[in-house]
């Protein structure tokens, strides 16, 4: 079980980028979905994060030009990014609960982390 982002890359500020990030392996169901960012020398941080039902949050330095959806026929979680910003620029993971094997007949989620993709706003 593993999730696989992609997507990032250098772009000028005002640009955009799409992340993707899919799940895979021997999954039941996904529960919440989200993106996370870290900047040289900061925490990560929660930029989006969107409900199995489709309700979506924000960090506020994003709002208005970050847009979070998923398509849960392929188990993928997507972020695009508009009117990007130099202090965009991070590594950016996606999160996702995840319901795997209890190995009783059910399953139980746990949170799994994707391995970043970096995003550059620069000139």
């Known amino acids: 079980v593993q999730l696989q982002a992609s997507g990032g890359g250098l772009v000028q500020p005002g640009g955009s980028l799409r992340l993707s990030c899919a799940a895979s392996?021997?999954?039941?169901?996904?529960?919440?979905m989200s993106w996370y960012r870290q900047a040289p020398g900061k925490e990560r941080d929660l930029v989006a994060i969107?409900?199995?039902?489709?309700?979506?949050n924000y960090a506020d330095s994003v709002k208005g030009r970050f847009t979070i959806s998923r398509n849960n026929a392929r188990n993928t979680v997507y972020l695009q990014m508009n009117s990007l910003k130099p202090e965009d620029t991070a590594v950016y993971y996606c999160?996702?609960?995840?319901?795997?094997?209890?190995?009783?007949?059910?399953?139980?989620?746990?949170?799994?982390w994707g391995q970043g993709t970096l995003v550059t706003v620069s000139s």
């Open positions: 969107i409900t199995k039902g489709g309700l979506t």
């Open positions: 392996g021997s999954i039941f169901s996904i529960n919440t």
């Open positions: 999160n996702a609960e995840l319901g795997v094997s209890d190995y009783e007949g059910g399953y139980e989620y746990f949170p799994y």
